[in-house]
């Protein structure tokens, strides 16, 4: 398999041999670069361009069709994603009922923009359309976890709670 220049490498040698043997275990089998990229995106956390070049070159295929794929499906992320994940519903129910303003005191908050990671790497923050809970609106979620009727001042106990996780 070719082996990229390592010079401004931010992956592993150990993190690269993994992934070329899951590329290597998936070579026989059809339609195998989504299953490749989930794994690879699960070994690293990410895809960043480097992975993405390795996955190409070991596929045999050309980047542009895995750097496609990777912007296509919104579980693929090309930049480092926070322990914990904020999202902000923006369906409309949620919408009517604040979550605008919701997501603005998030931002003020962690100081990062929607699609962003804060600098500390504990929380990444988006926004999805729909939850499917308009009734307990505006909605919350942080990883798993479903936040009903939050209002701007419910913002620091929600976001206290998995800062103190991580001491």
């Given at each position: 398999?070719?082996?990229?220049?390592?010079?401004h490498?931010?992956?592993?040698?150990?993190?690269?041999s993994?992934?070329?043997?899951?590329?290597?275990?998936?070579?026989?089998?059809?339609?195998?670069l989504?299953?490749?990229?989930?794994?690879?995106?699960?070994?690293?956390?990410?895809?960043?361009?480097?992975?993405?070049?390795?996955?190409a070159?070991?596929?045999?295929?050309?980047?542009?069709?895995?750097?496609?794929?990777?912007?296509?499906?919104?579980f693929?992320?090309?930049?480092?994603?926070?322990k914990?994940k904020?999202?902000?519903?923006a369906g409309?129910?949620?919408?009517?009922?604040?979550?605008?303003?919701?997501?603005?005191?998030?931002?003020?908050?962690?100081?990062?923009?929607?699609g962003?990671?804060?600098?500390d790497g504990?929380?990444?923050?988006?926004?999805?359309r729909?939850?499917?809970?308009?009734?307990?609106?505006?909605?919350v979620?942080?990883?798993?976890?479903?936040?009903?009727q939050?209002?701007?001042?419910k913002?620091?106990?929600?976001?206290?709670k998995?800062?103190?996780?991580?001491?």
């Amino acid at each position: 398999m070719a082996k990229n220049c390592q010079c401004h490498s931010q992956i592993s040698e150990e993190l690269l041999s993994q992934i070329d043997k899951i590329i290597e275990s998936s070579l026989d089998q059809p339609g195998n670069l989504i299953q490749v990229l989930h794994r690879a995106q699960e070994l690293v956390g990410y895809l960043p361009r480097e992975v993405q070049i390795r996955v190409a070159e070991g596929l045999n295929i050309p980047l542009a069709n895995v750097y496609g794929v990777v912007s296509f499906y919104s579980f693929f992320n090309v930049h480092p994603k926070g322990k914990h994940k904020i999202n902000v519903c923006a369906g409309t129910a949620c919408y009517v009922k604040g979550a605008k303003q919701l997501l603005e005191n998030i931002q003020e908050q962690l100081d990062v923009k929607p699609g962003g990671t804060t600098q500390d790497g504990q929380f990444s923050l988006g926004m999805v359309r729909c939850v499917g809970a308009c009734g307990l609106g505006p909605v919350v979620t942080v990883d798993e976890d479903v936040h009903a009727q939050v209002h701007p001042g419910k913002i620091p106990s929600i976001l206290s709670k998995y800062s103190k996780e991580q001491q």
